[in-house]
């Protein structure tokens, strides 16, 4: 209703000062338009300020991968009084006692819906009674003693098959049954059996975070929900493992089980399913609208020092391309140290539109590397005039370009 009133708004302001004669308008030029400026300096100003903020806003979102509604803040004074003007501004001079009314009653309405939200709406969704989901309804009973400190009374997986990209819910009953030394963290782990590490977790304080450990009374029990989701690019088929156990956040020290277990108790399995597709975990990930990565094989996923580690990429021609792309792939560690790399040119420029081709890049694992879990990136590129790299971006279903690579799984360097 603002909006619309503006626009009618501006329209009679623009007849009462002329401004919808074509002749007065030309024959006083600019000096008419100055007077008009004069005379409604406070509407420029907010007209100005918030149509560059609105404008700033746009581009920002147009060049980033997500935009933040904060970033309008600074011109809601302005808006308002745009909004109240488009109100009640073109109202007859008759209507002004009704104007004020009707101001005064939308200023009372949004006051009080800003003084209930608190209690109303943020009070409850913040609250430490936090049911779990209706999926989640069923939990088995379970016992696993964490020191001698808080006990794990139950559990529930949901679902026990899964595809990649999809989710898992996981409930969790809990009881404090001595003092709490610190304020642990609870983590849940999905475990790749054959690289012995997750490849999704979760973690989060007591009652959905809204609670330090240390303030949990001896006997208070609590229900909790985590959610999982495993990444579209695992490896499938395989048997995950779902894992559970509290840490210290500052140190990373677990709080060891009564068994001694390492402060990891093995909850249950969840079995991913191989995706629907005609290559190995197909998948669909659009690098600048020129290609797309419809699948990959890795074999094996794990070796020594040395030994050759080979992937396989299926990418799609999207468009003609004039260029020919070298495909890359690397192991590298968190300071980007690359303990394996190869670069393959393939001849992109002849595929013709739709064909998909197969790239082998084998990378054999440095002498010098050190033995952990590593993520494997690829992604292409082609040669600068200045020598450089110009790697192609992935594009989200948005339209948003990110990173000029994907990460597109782990392997393990074993001693």
């Known amino acids: 209703a603002g909006v619309i009133g503006f626009v009618v708004y501006v329209v009679k302001l623009g007849r009462e000062e002329g401004l919808s004669e074509r002749d007065s308008w030309w024959g006083t030029g600019l000096a008419t338009l100055f ?8 509407v420029v100003v907010c007209l100005i300020w918030s149509a560059g903020i609105v404008a700033s806003l746009t581009r920002w979102a147009s060049i980033t991968w ?35 009314r009707l101001v005064a009653g939308v200023g009372v309405f949004i006051g009080i819906v800003a ?20 999926q989640l309804n069923n939990l088995q009973p379970f016992e696993a003693e964490f020191g001698d400190e808080i006990v ?21 009953a809990w009881e404090v049954v001595g003092e709490v030394s ?11 059996p054959v690289l012995g590490v997750p490849i999704s977790q979760r973690d989060m304080y007591p009652q959905a975070g809204l609670t330090a450990a240390t303030d949990l009374a001896v006997g208070e029990r609590w229900e909790q929900h985590y959610r999982l989701r495993v990444p579209e690019t695992a490896v499938s088929p395989a048997n995950l493992m779902v894992g559970v156990g509290w840490y210290d956040v500052r140190t990373g020290e677990r709080l060891l089980t009564a068994a001694g277990e390492g402060g990891l108790v093995l ?7 191989a995706g629907e597709g005609a290559y190995p ?25 040395g030994e050759t580690l080979a992937v396989t990429l299926y990418w799609e021609l999207l468009e003609d391309v004039a260029v020919d792309y070298t495909f890359f792939g690397q192991v590298v560690a968190e300071d980007t140290t690359r303990w394996a ?16 081709m197969a790239v082998t890049l084998p990378l054999t694992i440095r002498e010098e590397a050190v033995p952990a879990v590593y993520p494997l990136i690829v992604g292409m590129y082609t040669r600068t005039e200045d020598g450089g790299f110009d790697r192609l971006q992935r594009k989200t279903a948005e339209g948003h370009l990110t990173d000029d690579f994907l990460r597109l799984t782990v392997v393990r360097v074993d001693p």
């Open 35 to 42: 007077d008009v400026v004069e005379r409604h300096f406070p």
């Open 66 to 100: 997500s935009s933040q509604g904060r970033l309008v803040f600074t011109a809601l004074a302005a808006l308002h009084t745009l909004l109240l003007l488009g109100l009640v501004g073109w109202w007859p001079e008759g209507w002004r006692v009704w104007s004020r």
């Open 115 to 134: 003084f209930l939200v608190p209690w109303v709406v943020i009070g409850p969704a913040y609250g430490r009674e936090r049911p779990l989901p209706p």
């Open 152 to 172: 794990l009374r139950g559990y529930e997986i949901v679902p026990d098959t899964v595809l990649p990209g999809e989710v898992i819910d996981v409930g969790l």
């Open 182 to 192: 610190r304020d642990w963290s609870t983590f849940i782990h999905l475990i790749d």
């Open 267 to 273: 909850l249950g399995e969840v079995a991913l399913r």
């Open 281 to 305: 975990n197909p998948l669909a990930v659009n690098f600048e609208d020129r290609l797309r990565l419809v699948g990959y094989e890795l074999a094996p996923r794990r070796g020594r020092a």
């Open 341 to 356: 790399s190869a670069d393959v040119g393939a001849g992109t420029s002849a595929w013709a539109v739709g064909e998909v």
